[in-house]
């Protein structure tokens, strides 16, 4: 288990400490959400979050087979809803991966990315369309 504490700072702003490491990140709500948009918002995370956790599982699977992953990239387009409730509605994530197209490892790596447990755990509503660049 993982502690995480969180102390609101004012002014639509969070600071969060990762017990742990001691580590800290802020968000801030975004100016279209009466914040001033000055760090990440929680959906931003939310967002970070799956693409860190495909990269880090894409890591771990070509870590135990000795396989460089020097330029693998994401990038993660966040879309929020138009009406309420407030709510992400779509994750666009582009996965640039240093491998060549024909790779046998390919499927590996492609199942590693869809296996993350931030995938997993987010809702069925969500669409989180991926594209694959071979390197």
Not at 28 to 40: L, M, Q
Not at 75 to 84: F, I
């Amino acid at each position: 288990m993982v502690e995480i504490t969180t102390t609101y700072e004012g002014q639509l702003r969070c600071k969060s400490t990762h017990g742990p490491s001691g580590q800290t990140l802020e968000t801030d709500a975004p100016v279209d959400n009466h914040g001033k948009g000055e760090s990440f918002s929680p959906t931003d995370l939310v967002a970070t979050a799956l693409g860190n956790c495909m990269l880090t599982i894409i890591g771990i699977v070509a870590q135990g087979r000795d396989i460089p992953m020097d330029g693998l990239k994401v990038t993660v387009q966040k879309e929020m809803s138009a009406d309420l409730p407030r709510r992400i509605i779509k994750l666009s994530v582009r996965i640039e991966i240093p491998i060549e197209e024909d790779s046998p490892l390919k499927d590996i790596f492609i199942n590693a990315a869809m296996t993350c447990p931030v995938h997993k755990s987010l809702h069925p509503d969500i669409e989180i369309p991926i594209e694959w660049v071979w390197q």
